[in-house]
């Protein structure tokens, strides 16, 4: 039972540390959370889904190009481990600040990681746009 | 190499039967394929993720409730699993007949099953529109 607690307190490192190169807009770093495997997926708000290394980074090195700063605020983070996967449910509210000015925006995201070698590796990140708040609790509108 | 093969087609399988379940529009038969458990997830197209047994199947209700018929194209299934953890993506193109018509809609969905005595539940599903493609041969926009 401790195992599992420590293993979902790992996952929730690795998604924090996702976010952190997320913030940083800095690609090496985003490289350096995934796993380097051509079955990654990646599905950014109101995008199709990409696969692979080389279609998940470009799409990185494309964002980070077009953004100036952003800040993120990570809430309602669920996490859970089973063997070496794990997963995180969270709510991502974000500030960016772009070509015409600052923009706010709250995305409900999906992180899926795999352990290889004891460490975790993101495999897949699928965010969406929030349109409705389906619960109160868990609105949070900006 | 064979069972990991088998594991995937398992999983490929109770992702067929979500869909199957979602398109009957009969709660009982969605209720059939989900783990009975507190840490089940679903986050529908625009809505926030709600959380446990109690607030997803009320939210499949709802759905039902107010669509009189559905029709379901899954895909681009991509399938993986490791352990008793599986995970599928694909792009659902559905037509929905509701109070004022037809609507298309293409949606990029996340489904994560968990194996529990040899078979795989639902646990998570997370649908998002689809806004813009990432990528040509991704795109099959309707």
Redesign the interface.
């Known amino acids: 039972m401790a195992k599992k607690v420590n293993d979902r307190d790992d996952v929730l490192a690795a998604n924090e540390a996702f976010y952190a190169a997320f913030e940083s807009l800095d690609a090496d770093r985003m490289q350096a959370v995934w796993l380097k495997e051509s ?1 990654i ?1 990646c ?9 692979g290394w080389g ?1 998940v980074m470009q ?1 990185w090195r494309e964002i980070f190009s077009s953004t100036f700063g952003m800040k993120f605020v990570i809430a ?1 983070e ?1 996490a ?1 481990a ?4 794990g ?1 995180v ?1 969270c ?1 991502e509210h974000i500030e960016s600040r772009v070509y015409d000015g600052v923009s706010h925006a709250t995305v ?1 995201a ?1 992180n ?1 990681f ?1 352990r290889r070698q004891g460490a975790w590796w993101l495999v ?1 990140h ?10 109160p609790s ?2 949070q509108l900006q």
């Open positions: 079955y997926t599905t950014h708000p109101g995008w199709a889904r990409l696969i279609s799409s309602d669920m859970h089973i063997g070496d996967l997963w449910t709510t409900i999906t899926l795999e897949h699928h965010g969406s746009p929030l349109v409705r708040a389906a619960d868990e609105s």
